[in-house]
């Protein structure tokens, strides 16, 4: 955990000329702030609720997201080329190595963004050939990530299952959004690669729920045997409701894809998708308020702003996100006012988390 600390750095005084930002300490967790602002356009594309400007707002959030991702993918460019030595050594850190499943997850997002609210501004046809090549890009970094991170937590990582936190979650979770974000691409597909799109989203889906369901016992051993955790990383708590809130919006995403192109029993998938919904969201709630709790009372102790503040804003987001499918789906105003009351929660956490990172930056103390 000191070396995760050590890697999300804190915005604290310092003596002026001390602190200059240092490239070579842009790791992959940067993308976390592409991922929050492209989940604040996804969430508000999804709320059930015609509230005016609600597209508007959108799509500026997305402009934000993909000009972050192009600036973040451009300077880590820059980063692997004058930092080698850097970039190579993060795989062998158990600490940072988990990070990377944020890259795919950042381009899955933005794609799905520019599908949802970008045509607005490029059109429908080049914003469907972006979300095309984000998504087949993300999806083949996401199952990259996903099968080799557990592969060097196996054979050259030494870190111990009591000292697990909520980011070990971070690779194994990158499959689901592609599972999540690949039916919106159907209807933009030759009718011969539909099926093949939308089984793959299962397969997807399977593999990272799969996947999660073996990682989380571990994390939840870890959190309850390893102590409290330290203040920096207390954020990472919301990471839990991630795989949670996504994949209840991956289940709802194929059984919309399965109706409307006819390549599955369209009413069986969305019965399950509404009853796996249903019972994973209220475990997420329940967690929720976990999260909160141990986050208030790290607050109140002096909790300084570090990057991971960025886990308060995607999880909430696909909470988010599921509740709208679950209000689609189910045609219940509950799930409508659970969508709602969710998106001004990530409203909040994206400009605690934005505003510290510009000051951060601004200031030079960050990266």
């Known amino acids: 955990m000191a070396t995760l600390t050590a890697l999300l750095p804190s915005v604290r005084p310092a003596r002026p000329g001390r602190l200059r930002p240092d490239p070579g300490r842009l790791g992959p967790n940067w993308y976390a702030a592409v991922m929050g602002t492209a989940i604040v356009a996804n969430g508000a594309a999804a709320l059930p609720l015609q509230v005016p400007g609600r597209l508007a707002f959108a799509t500026a959030a997305w402009v934000l997201a993909a000009a ?7 300077a880590r460019g820059l980063r692997g080329l004058r930092h080698r030595p850097a970039a190579r050594a993060g795989l062998d850190d158990p ?33 469907a050939a972006v979300d095309l090549a984000l998504w087949t890009v993300g999806t083949l970094y996401a199952v990259a990530v996903a099968a080799g991170v557990p592969y060097l937590m196996i054979t050259r990582h030494t870190a111990a299952a009591r000292r697990a936190d909520p980011t070990w979650l971070l690779p194994v979770v990158a499959p689901m959004v592609a599972a999540s974000t ?8 030759p009718a011969a690669w539909q099926p093949v799109l939308l089984y793959g989203c299962g397969a997807l889906f399977g593999a990272s729920l799969l996947a999660v369901l073996a990682m989380l ?36 995403a194929i059984a919309d894809g399965a109706k409307a192109t006819a390549v599955a029993p369209a009413g069986p ?21 976990v999260a909160c709790a141990a986050n208030v ?26 509740a709208a499918s679950l209000a689609r789906h189910t045609g219940l105003g509950v799930f409508t006012g ?29 990266p």
């Open 68 to 74: 972050a991702l192009v600036a973040l993918a451009t």
């Open 95 to 127: 600490a940072a190595a988990v990070f990377f499943g944020c890259p795919p997850m950042a381009l899955l997002a933005v794609g799905y963004a520019t599908l949802a609210v970008g045509d607005r501004v490029i059109g429908r046809g080049p914003a």
């Open 182 to 189: 690949g039916p919106a691409l159907l209807p933009h597909l």
């Open 217 to 252: 016992p571990v994390v939840l051993t870890g959190l309850v045997q390893g102590g409290v955790l330290a203040p920096v990383l207390t954020p990472t708590l919301f990471l839990v409701l991630g795989p949670l809130g996504q994949s209840t919006t991956a289940a709802g």
């Open 269 to 289: 998938v969305a019965a399950l998708a509404v009853l796996y919904g249903v019972a994973v969201t209220g475990f997420a709630l329940l967690w929720l308020l």
């Open 297 to 322: 009372r790290a607050l109140r102790a002096g909790m300084p702003f570090a990057m991971t503040w960025w886990a308060f804003t995607f999880p909430v987001g696909t909470l988010v996100t599921g």
């Open 338 to 366: 659970l969508a709602a009351g969710l998106y001004l929660l990530l409203l909040g956490a994206w400009s605690a988390a934005a505003t510290g990172t510009v000051r951060g930056v601004l200031a030079g103390r960050l």
